[in-house]
C-alpha cells in the first residue's frame, strides 16, 4: 500500500461522509441519483461550484481510470504543475463504449476551466473508489503519542511563570 498526501486522504474521506449523508440511512438512491445529475449538468455547462468535493462527487459514478499506477503516484503531491497528466489517466467515456456524452462534457469542461481542482478531483475519486490502493497517515491520538517521551512531565510548571512575574516585580526578582 501506498502513502498519499494527507489532503487527499482528507477530501477522499469527506467524499465519503458527503456520499453517505446524501444517500441517506436507509440509502435512497434516487436522490442521489438527483443530486449527481445537477453537479453533472453544472460542471458539464461549464458553471458548478469552485469545490473539490463537489466535483469529486459529480465524477465519482461516470469516471473511468485507465492507469491506477500513475493516479497512486499523483497521490502524493496535492499540488502538481502538470495536471493533464492527471486528465489522461482517466475519462468519463462510459463503460464499454456506451456513450455518456454529459459526462465527457462535464470532464472536457472541468478540465479547460478548472485544471488544478480537476486534477485533484479526479485523484480524489480514484483514492475513494480504490481505498485498499491506499493508507492514509494514522493521526490518532495513540498512535501520536507512540513516540511522545514524556519530554511535557519534566517542564517545570513555574518556569513560565516566574519569568512572567519578574516583568511586574519593582523590586528586580529578589523576595524577602
Known amino acids: 500500500m501506498k502513502k498519499v498526501h494527507p489532503e487527499f486522504a482528507f477530501q477522499s474521506r469527506e467524499l465519503e461522509g458527503q456520499i453517505e449523508g446524501t444517500l441517506g440511512d436507509p440509502p435512497n438512491r434516487k ?5 449527481v445529475q445537477a453537479l453533472v449538468s453544472e460542471y458539464a455547462n461549464g ?14 459514478d461516470r469516471i473511468r481510470f485507465t492507469d ?4 497512486i503516484r499523483e497521490a502524493y503531491d496535492y499540488e502538481s504543475d502538470d495536471p493533464s497528466r492527471v486528465f489522461a489517466m482517466a475519462n468519463c467515456d462510459g463503460n464499454g463504449g456506451d456513450g455518456d456524452d454529459e459526462g465527457r462534457a462535464m470532464y472536457a469542461a472541468i478540465c479547460d476551466n478548472h485544471p488544478d481542482l480537476a486534477r485533484q478531483a479526479i485523484v480524489t475519486a480514484f483514492l475513494y473508489k480504490n481505498q485498499a490502493r ?5 493521526q490518532s491520538l495513540d498512535q501520536l503519542a507512540k513516540d511522545d517521551e514524556g519530554d511535557d512531565e519534566e517542564l517545570d510548571e513555574t518556569a513560565a511563570g516566574d519569568d512572567f512575574t519578574q516583568m511586574f516585580d519593582q523590586d528586580g526578582g529578589e523576595r524577602e
Open 68 to 71: 491506477p499506477k500513475g493516479l
Open 31 to 35: 436522490n442521489y441519483d438527483l443530486m
Open 134 to 138: 491506499w493508507e492514509d497517515d494514522d
Open 47 to 60: 458553471d458548478g461550484l469552485d469545490d473539490v468535493n463537489m466535483m469529486a462527487f459529480a465524477l465519482v
